[in-house]
Structures are given as structure tokens and as C-alpha cells.
């Protein structure tokens, strides 16, 4: 999605704002550019990468700046259409991440008064309105201009004969980083890990003026106080170590994440988590709330909580929500996001605290929309993640749910310790798929041929299966689909044969027998089946055209270790595929629009 810069300080703003933008290349984008304040404004601005703008820059002066990576939404990616915009007269510049809901009402009035626009963006309106009220003071004219938009923004406005940035935002995340000659303003922390890391992040209706040494934020009129957080992640955490690719990093540093998000929870031998937002005895049910590959955790919390605390649990995607009337009462909603600003997960929050639920965000970022809307909120132990696929993260999240639904289990007490355990061994188990890489990478050969792929699980991999598919789709561009095994014959079976593999899910389970008679099924149709089974299932072996092992783990911890080895399927097939991993087409890593 979009991603905004802006510096202001006493260092040439050029090479900063470049640095940051190429920062922000994780989140996703089509065109990139820059508005530099140095004799008048200049911009500079294509449908092109990072690196590749840069090349074509002459050198610029000034100290003042901002920047942008533009994810198409009104119009096609093009020099025109990317950021920054400006006003008639080239005295306005703007980014803005967000959508502008009644820009054509705007635009027509201002054609109307006189303004050209060149750009077929929702954006362009920015500039023309804050031209239309500017008399020499942008604070006040962005003010003005604000009261006329409807829809979502976090915008960096900079003025030529004003050195400031003036800064604003309404449902898309903004922060101010503080630096030590100068200062930011940015979509997210990792833009700016670079030169800072203290930041202040901004709240809805919030407008700051940010000048090289001073920081000033106003709502509604009166100036207000907002609070300066220290991020912990540090500025090796976004690099790539040795590694080819962020995703194979970021798969790699699991064993790490499960126990610094575990250590972070459980500093005696026990998982005893005291959230007042769980304390009410007389919850009954459980709502949980996310998309993408979070929303998959959310599938996979629904069996552990189910299981261990005994009341039932809808997991529902938040674009999803909110459309129909909902009985809430002694329900707890949980929100999981790694960034915590999806804007769908956002405004299923919004929509659930407007009906008094209460509800618990677990998120990976300190201090995001999520966390601070919440009533309470979990922190994962993540780190920045790069890599638009999910990976650590949803591990991470998977912990938080382990550790919640543990703390507050019903089952005897015997069963609750073998599976704390067992939770202290994971990060062992995660190695050990991880030492596996070379048989997944045979396995990633092989698949790397095909244009349609299955994959199937039951019970608690039934989720597990859909997250595969979503990674294979997402990186290596394979049509994939995640299936219930049982619901195979329901449909896709008219699919199957020798040119669509099934990759089947084989947990030691209740759904086992299923599941062997499931792949003797598909086998029957003709459809290759690589199974991802357990060390030791001889029965599998006589079954499968291939087998992949996994560690043995109690049921209930098998999503971990098989989602790790479909991470690695996925990597290893895009990478086979000559894919851009990391930053996969069309796809954005921070999803801030509807
Ligand atoms: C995007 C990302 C996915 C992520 C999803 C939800 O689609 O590419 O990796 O799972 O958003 O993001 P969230 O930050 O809410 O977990």
C-alpha cells in the first residue's frame, strides 16, 4: 500500500527520503517519487522502483522533502498519476495514503473555480483545495482543506515558501519520528529505523507541524500532547543477514521469534496471562477477527481455544464484518494483525467497541491503530517483517494464542503440562523442519512445473492447508487452493489428474484414518500427492508419491510445524520460478484501504 516520507532537518533530503522510500518498498507499490523544497519545489516522479528513480535524479540541494510509494487505486500506475501532487502553481505538494471518497464532487467544483488537474487520483483534490485556502499559512489551510474531504488519509504537505512539513491523518496510520538534527514524518516505523527510533504516532484528527527542531500537533484547534514511544526493533532486524530473500530470513529466524514471543509471556514455567480484558468469568463465546494470513490464525485458534477452554469460537474475516446484526453479549472479540492497521481489522474493531465488546488485538506493531483501539492488547515478538507473505508473524500470532489459551484452559492439569512442554520444545521442532530444506527444495522442483495445486488437511490443518495455498499463490504465482480433505469430492474432484498435485496435510490425529483414505482417493483420479507427514508414519510412505517429514508434535502444535514446512514449499517453488519474492505483484504487505 502507499507509503509516505517526509524530512526536514540540516542533512541533504534527498539521499534520506530515497533511503526511506526504498523502506517502504516492503509494504507494496507501483510508482514511486519526491518533492524536494530547495529553489521552489521540485518533483521528481514515474512508474518505476526506487532504485530505478534514483538513477535518474539529477542532485537536489535542499534539506526539506517529501516522498512516496503509490499502490494503484485510483487510476493506473503512471508517471502522471504518481506522487507527490501538486497545485496549480507548484507551490503544494502532497503525498497521501488513503482513499478520498468524494473527490470527483471535489474536483468538479474546483475545475469549476479554475484549477487544471493532470491526474486521474483521488489525491490531486489535496493540493487544489489546500491552494484554494491558502493566504500564507498551511497549517491553516490544510485545516481548511480537511474539513471538505471525506474518506481516509495520511497526508505530508509541504509549502515552497513555508520550511515545514504539515502533517494529517484520519484512518491510516502516521507517525512523527524524532531525530537529531531534523525530523520525520512516515507511514511506519521502518521507513525511518535508519535515523530514529523515537517516534510519536499521530491519532485520528491530528495535524502536526514538523519543522527541523520543533513538533507541534493540534486537534480541533487546541494543541495536544501526544506521547514519544522508543521502538526496540533495530536497524539490523530490516536487513537481509547473508539471505537471498527477506521471506527465507524471516522463515528462518522462527525458532528465535517463538521464543522471544513465549519469553516475553511466560517468564516462570507457567503461561499465566492476567488480561482484564479476559478476567470476566462470564465470557461464552469467543469472536475472532482478521484477514489474509492472519485471518488463517484465527481459523487455527478457533481449535485451540475450542479445545482448551471449552466455549465455541467463530473466526471470521474482518472484511466480512459488520454487515449484519450481531448478538455480542458476554462475547470476547479478538483482533489479530500483524500490523495493526489493516483498515477492514481496523474498522471491525471500531464497529465491535461501537456494541460495548470488548476486544483484545494481537499485533506486532507497539503503538499501531490496533493496539490503540483495543481494550487491551498482546504484543508479538516478531520484529519488522519485510517480506510482503506473512511468515514469522503468523507463528508468532499462533504463539499468542497458545499462550492465551492456555492461561486461561479448562482441561486437567496433567494434559496442561505435557502441552507446556511441549511448547518449550517447539523452538527445536522449527529447527528441524528448517534442517529438512533440502527435501522440501526437491519437493519445491517438482511443483514448480504445475499451474494448479491442492492442498488439503483436516480438523486443525484445515487452515493449515489454506495458508499453503495462499503462500504458494502469493509468491510463486501457482493457482492454489486450500481444501477441506473431505470437501474434495464435492467439486474439485472433477479437477483432478495427473497435471494438478495434491499436497495433503497428514496430522496424528482423529482425522487421520480420514485423511489416508482421502489421498488413496485423489490417488485413484491420478493426481500426484506429496504428503507432509510425520517421522515415522510408515503407512504414509506406501501412499504418497512423496513424503516430506515433520517432527513429532501433540496435535495440537502440528499447525507450527507444517505451516513452517509450506513456507519453505512455497519459497523454494517461487525461487525455482524466477518470482520476486519478496515484493510479489500487485500485493501490498499494510492493507490501509477497504
Ligand atoms: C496483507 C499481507 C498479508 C497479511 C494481511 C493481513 O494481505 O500481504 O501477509 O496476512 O495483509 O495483514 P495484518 O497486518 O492485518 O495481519
Given at each position: 500500500m502507499c507509503g509516505i516520507v517526509g524530512y526536514i532537518g540540516d542533512k541533504l533530503a534527498q539521499p534520506i527520503l530515497l533511503n526511506c522510500l526504498s523502506k517502504l518498498e516492503y509494504r507494496g507499490y507501483d510508482s514511486c517519487g519526491i518533492a524536494m523544497l530547495s529553489n521552489g519545489i521540485e518533483v521528481y516522479k514515474d512508474a518505476v522502483r526506487v532504485e530505478a528513480l534514483r538513477k535518474t535524479l539529477p542532485q537536489i540541494k535542499g534539506t526539506t522533502g517529501i516522498g512516496h510509494t503509490r499502490w494503484a487505486?485510483?487510476?493506473?500506475?503512471s508517471k502522471l498519476n504518481a506522487h507527490p501532487h501538486l497545485d496549480c502553481n507548484g507551490n503544494i505538494a502532497v503525498v497521501h495514503n488513503g482513499i478520498i471518497n468524494n473527490f470527483q464532487q471535489l474536483k468538479r467544483q474546483l475545475i469549476s473555480e479554475g484549477h487544471n488537474f493532470v491526474s486521474e487520483t483521488d489525491t490531486e483534490v489535496m493540493p487544489h483545495l489546500i491552494e484554494k485556502y491558502y493566504d500564507g499559512n498551511l497549517e491553516k489551510a490544510v485545516e481548511a482543506a480537511l474539513r471538505d474531504i471525506e474518506g481516509s488519509y495520511a497526508i505530508i504537505v509541504l509549502a515552497a515558501n513555508e520550511p515545514k512539513l504539515v502533517v494529517a491523518r484520519k484512518d491510516c496510520p502516521l507517525i512523527i519520528g524524532i531525530g537529531d538534527r531534523g525530523n520525520f514524518g512516515a507511514s511506519d516505523v521502518p521507513a525511518i529505523l535508519d535515523y530514529t527510533n523515537r517516534v510519536i504516532y499521530l491519532e485520528d484528527g491530528d495535524i502536526g507541524v514538523v519543522t527541523k527542531d520543533s513538533i507541534k500537533i493540534r486537534r480541533d484547534g487546541a494543541e495536544v500532547d501526544r506521547k514519544e514511544h522508543k521502538i526496540l526493533w533495530s536497524i539490523k532486524d530490516d536487513q537481509k543477514a547473508g539471505y537471498e530473500h527477506f521471506m527465507l530470513k524471516e522463515i528462518h529466524e522462527q525458532p528465535k521469534v517463538i521464543r522471544d514471543t513465549l519469553g516475553e509471556y511466560t517468564r516462570e514455567a507457567e503461561p499465566v496471562a492476567d488480561l482484564a480484558v479476559m478476567r470476566d468469568s462470564g465470557i461464552e463465546s469467543m469472536l475472532m477477527l482478521a484477514c489474509g494470513s492472519s485471518y488463517h490464525v484465527a481459523m487455527i485458534g478457533k481449535y485451540i481455544v475450542e479445545e482448551l477452554l471449552g466455549i465455541p469460537v467463530r473466526a471470521e474475516l474482518a472484511s466480512e464484518f459488520g454487515y449484519f446484526n450481531q448478538t455480542l453479549a458476554k462475547t470476547r472479540a479478538i483482533a489479530i494483525t500483524q500490523?495493526?492497521?489493516t483498515a477492514d481489522t481496523i474498522k471491525a474493531i471500531k464497529r465491535l467497541k461501537e456494541v460495548r465488546c470488548k476486544v483484545l488485538a494481537i499485533t506486532?506493531?507497539?503503538?499501531?491503530t490496533a493496539s490503540r483501539i483495543a481494550d487491551q492488547t498482546i504484543y508479538t515478538r516478531?520484529?519488522?517483517?519485510?517480506?510482503?507473505?506473512?511468515?514469522k508473524s503468523f507463528i508468532a500470532q499462533l504463539m499468542a494464542l497458545y499462550w492465551l489459551a492456555m492461561s486461561y484452559s479448562r482441561i486437567d492439569s496433567r494434559r496442561l503440562t505435557d502441552l507446556i512442554l511441549e511448547l518449550r520444545h517447539l523452538p527445536t521442532k522449527v529447527q528441524q523442519v528448517l534442517d529438512n530444506e533440502d527435501k522440501l527444495m526437491e519437493n519445491a522442483t517438482f511443483l514448480s512445473g504445475y499451474e494448479n495445486v491442492f492442498f488439503i488437511g483436516r480438523g486443525i490443518n484445515f487452515p493449515v492447508a489454506l495458508e499453503g495455498a495462499l503462500k504458494l499463490k502469493e509468491v510463486a504465482y501457482i493457482h492454489s487452493e486450500g481444501y477441506?480433505?473431505?470437501?474434495?469430492?464435492?467439486?474439485?474432484f472433477a479437477l483432478l489428474g495427473s497435471n494438478t498435485p495434491v499436497i495433503a496435510i497428514v496430522a496424528h490425529d482423529n482425522t487421520y484414518e480420514a485423511m489416508l483414505t482421502n489421498i488413496k482417493e485423489v490417488r485413484a483420479r491420478g493426481s500426484p500427492v506429496m504428503a507432509l507427514a510425520e517421522e515415522g508414519d510408515e503407512a504414509i510412505e506406501d501412499l504418497a508419491d512423496s513424503v516430506v517429514t515433520v517432527p513429532e508434535v501433540d496435535p495440537m502444535f502440528s499447525p507450527v510445524v507444517n505451516t513452517v514446512a509450506l513456507q519453505l514449499l512455497a519459497y523454494y517453488t517461487a525461487k525455482k520460478r524466477d518470482c520476486p519474492i519478496d515484493f510479489p505483484r500487485n500485493l501490498a504487505k499494510s492493507v490501509t484501504v477497504e
Open positions: 487505486t485510483h487510476g493506473k500506475p500490523s495493526g492497521e506486532n506493531v507497539v503503538g499501531s516478531a520484529g519488522p517483517e519485510i517480506s510482503v507473505a506473512a511468515t477441506a480433505a473431505g470437501e474434495l469430492k464435492h467439486g474439485p
